[in-house]
């Protein structure tokens, strides 16, 4: 599959089947994810990979009018995206953990979709402090994500986006490009 065709095709799931995933499939994309580019190299993210029943607590997490509530308990994994603050660094008054986190997190979703798993990214009204004693992380790190993943019960329909026109200039801010 072609880069673009799996940017592309990438789309928040939101159903899933209950096929398993293997083994080897969680390490490929885990293997994506660990490439991603992070500020000095620095890597300070981490993931949680939820394969058994205590997957479904993650629910727990969300209001029960996140769209993605129901996803936590069909899919046969769920992922939790942490970062290390201190370990991703700051610059010049920018913390760079989500940046160092959103990176790897996207290689993770786009190499899913190369082998037809479907995620969704989860960051709405998550209960951050229901995680980290859910699963006992630590006190110095950050849940930055939760994610589901799976074999989509469904193609959902893409989602809008802004033209180019819209979001890029040309040689200078506010010059068409
Ligand atoms: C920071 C962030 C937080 C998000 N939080 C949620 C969420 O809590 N629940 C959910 O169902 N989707 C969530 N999403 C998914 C977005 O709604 C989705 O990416 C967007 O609507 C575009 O749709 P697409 O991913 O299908 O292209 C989140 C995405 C991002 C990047």
């Known amino acids: 599959m072609e880069v673009f065709e799996a940017i592309s095709a990438r789309k928040s799931i939101r159903r899933y089947k209950e096929d398993h995933v293997s083994m080897d499939l969680l390490e ?4 994506a994810a660990r490439l991603a580019p992070s500020w000095h190299n620095k890597q ?4 949680i990979v939820l394969t058994d029943e205590s ?6 997490a969300l209001d029960d009018t996140n769209p993605c509530k129901n996803a936590l308990t069909q899919a046969p994994v769920s992922i939790i995206l942490c970062a290390d603050p201190e370990q991703s660094g700051n610059c ?12 790897a997190m996207e290689n993770l979703m786009l190499a899913a ?29 950050r849940v930055v994500a939760i994610s589901p993943m799976g074999y989509p019960a469904y193609q959902p ?21």
């Open 157 to 177: 329909k893409p989602r809008p986006r802004k033209s180019i026109q819209e979001i890029a200039f040309l040689n200078g801010w506010g010059k068409q490009f």
């Open 92 to 103: 010049e008054g920018k913390s760079y953990y989500l940046v160092d986190a959103a990176c």
């Open 113 to 141: 979709i190369e082998k037809g798993l479907g995620t969704c990214w989860v960051a709405g009204d998550l209960n951050e402090g229901f995680v980290k004693k859910t699963y006992g992380i630590p006190d110095n790190i």
């Open 44 to 47: 300070g993210w981490f993931f």
């Open 55 to 60: 997957r479904k607590l993650l629910a727990g």
């Open 28 to 31: 490929y994309v885990l293997d």
